[in-house]
């Protein structure tokens, strides 16, 4: 009779979810690996060009100097510019200094730029600064009077008084092909016996009677930028991103009547940042989540009922009342009134950020680094056996993600992944430190104390220090490895001798093979709590996805010493592509034992649900 209600209310919730799908299962994998993006100075599409160099100064003794000669080089290495994407019309990037201004006179690029051997040449010049004989290219030997093909009233001499024919060219060929470099045995050609590309003539008008160099200043180095665009606050760029969830479930609860479910899940991140013309990206980011679930509301909360001052009830004394106790990482209490909303809206991030070659570093409101170097079991969709933001049964319990600080205020840093190429294994080190862990949002919720004598109380954890460490391995035969250990330690304030300092610490463990991906995970914390008060919860998973169509499975177990409950839960779900969208259909189920006072003192309460889900998902 059960598996009839669940199938009726399957097929409303079908058409719930056809008619609401604006929702998505996220990433399979939370490894700071895995979901590490380039960074934008990383991706920029914008080619910061260098500016031309002025011509190096002839010393040819048959042959009278031209006027462009009187610009002295600072760079008497190349022959002729290095043309750029985005340079046009002899205008340089906003912000980017000229290339013979810079102190150093070799370009990092043409020093690793393509050469050919040549024979050598029998018109040899020297080059006063550096002193070393240097090849004349083939061009140089020709008859100066010669004409150009389209321009029969101009020489080369003549255009050389002017300016060099590439100095107004609107340059937009790749920059490898054109990056050329002369050495004292060789040069660039094309085939022997012909000229270089760059060395034929081109059409272009006849000079005028004042010269091009005093037309264009910029074109010597006259031109400085200014300090905003040595900022980079030119080249703003602004991004967004998240992912949206909805689904509809029919829930059986302790075997009694089936209910109908919903859930809606919104995550949305944007960033606005400018990139400095030194390559770092600095800018400010915002965070919103927002979630309608009636039954989970955040995890923790009231499970059970044990009240205070029953002594197999955990309890606290504050000044003259006895009080129920919460942990600080399960937040589960068996006692007091539940404020939990099923609808949250929440400013879960609001940080500024510097990124660069050497690491990334946060100041503001976002998540710290215990958490972020986390592992779970991984899931293709909304709803899993563990770490879940989703749950249809109200009775999820496990999480193995080292949520010491949540997103409170905090200054982090996460370091690039390192050695990888050197010793075949990459590490990467995140640290965060937070003033406080007071902060509440739809998943982690912690405030201050509150003062009515039915109230929770629970730790007051200060001076949050966080490490997060991951190393990862991909060998010969396709098996990818990563394993990640985080620590977190906080200082309790309240002086209560029931509390004591947080210690929490994780493990995981994620190894990928072609379609598939299995994650474990642990997690073990005092709850910041002096006696017996552990919470210890660990999962295992598996996805398969060997086209649009994935398979997923998982299992997850949690034991809290302080709310006296024990929970084991698993997921298993079928997920197909379409498009941008995925669709995901499974059964989720949950069975937790939780503290109840009898006659007989405390006893154990049985409690355990199934759901039959549809969801949709999309991630941007």
């Known amino acids: 009779m059960a598996s009839a209600k669940i199938l009726g209310w399957l097929s409303t919730g079908a058409v719930f979810a056809a008619i609401s799908i604006v929702a998505v299962a996220g990433p399979t994998s939370k490894s700071p690996f895995a979901t590490k993006k380039p960074k934008a100075w990383e991706t920029q599409t914008a080619v910061r060009p260098i500016a031309p160099q002025p011509p190096v100064e002839w010393q040819q003794p048959s042959y009278q100097a031209p006027q462009y000669q009187n610009l002295k080089s600072k760079n008497p290495a190349i022959y002729r510019p290095v043309p750029q994407p985005g340079l046009a019309d002899g205008n340089y990037y906003p912000g980017k200094k000229p290339a013979w201004q810079s102190a150093k006179t070799q370009n990092s690029q043409l020093l690793n730029a393509p050469t050919v051997s040549i024979p050598p040449l029998n018109v040899p010049i020297r080059n006063p600064q550096i002193n070393t004989p240097m090849p004349v290219p083939a061009w140089a030997n020709k008859t100066y009077q010669q004409k150009l093909p389209s321009q029969n009233t101009v020489d080369y001499q003549t255009a050389y008084e002017g300016i060099p024919w590439y100095a107004n060219q609107n340059i937009n060929q790749n920059a490898e092909q054109q990056n050329v470099q002369y050495t004292s045995n060789t040069a660039p050609f094309q085939q022997p016996g ?322 598939f991906t299995f994650g474990t995970s642990i997690l073990k914390s005092n709850n910041g709590f002096s006696g017996n008060g552990d919470y210890i919860a660990y999962d295992a998973g598996l996805t398969w996805k060997p086209s649009k169509l994935g398979f997923t499975v998982s299992y997850g177990h949690a034991d809290d010493d302080i709310a006296h409950i024990t929970s084991d839960q698993g997921v298993f779900a079928v997920s197909y592509d379409l498009g941008k969208i995925r669709l995901g259909t499974g059964v989720q189920y949950i069975s937790r034992d939780v503290p109840i006072i009898t006659a007989g003192g405390r006893n154990k309460l049985k409690e355990d649900a199934t759901a039959l889900f549809v969801e949709a998902g999309i991630k941007f």
């Open 194 to 515: 012909q000229q270089p590309v760059y060395a034929q003539p081109i059409s272009r008008p006849a000079p005028t009677s004042s010269p091009a160099y005093t037309q264009a200043p910029s074109l010597r180095g006259n031109s400085k930028p200014s300090w905003i665009q040595r900022l980079g606050v030119g080249n703003l760029q602004t991004t967004v991103s998240g992912r949206a969830r909805v689904g509809v479930a029919g829930v059986d609860r302790n075997s009694s009547d089936v209910t109908a479910e919903s859930i809606a899940d919104f995550d949305i991140r944007g960033e606005v940042s400018a990139i400095t013309e030194g390559g770092l990206e600095y800018g400010a980011g915002l965070r919103v989540r927002a979630q309608r679930d009636r039954h989970r509301r955040g995890f923790g909360g009231l499970v059970g009922d044990c009240p205070a001052g029953i002594g197999d009830c955990t309890s606290v004394l504050v000044g003259a009342d006895t009080r129920p106790v919460k942990g600080h990482t399960s937040q589960f209490f068996t006692d007091g009134p539940d404020s939990r909303r099923e609808t949250v809206l929440a400013l879960e991030g609001a940080y500024v950020f510097l990124r660069s070659a050497y690491g990334d570093l946060v100041v503001g409101r976002d998540d710290g680094s215990a958490y972020l170097f986390s592992i779970g079991a991984p899931s293709l969709v909304a709803v899993n056996a563990s770490n879940s933001s989703l749950d249809y049964t109200g009775l999820d319990s496990v999480k193995t993600f080292n949520d010491a600080s949540g997103f409170a205020e905090k200054i982090a840093y996460t370091s690039p992944r390192l050695l990888g190429d050197s010793v075949g294994v990459g590490v990467q080190l995140g640290l965060s430190y937070a003033p406080n862990a007071r902060a509440c949002g739809v998943d982690y919720c912690v405030k201050s104390n509150l003062t009515g004598i039915t109230e929770p109380f629970a730790p007051e954890i200060e001076d949050i220090l966080e490490v997060g460490l991951a190393l990862d391995r991909k060998f010969a035969n396709g098996l990818s490895a990563e394993l990640t250990g985080t620590y977190a330690h906080g200082s309790e304030n309240s002086e209560l001798a029931t509390f004591d300092s947080l210690d929490s610490y994780g493990l995981g463990l994620e190894l990928k093979y072609e379609d």
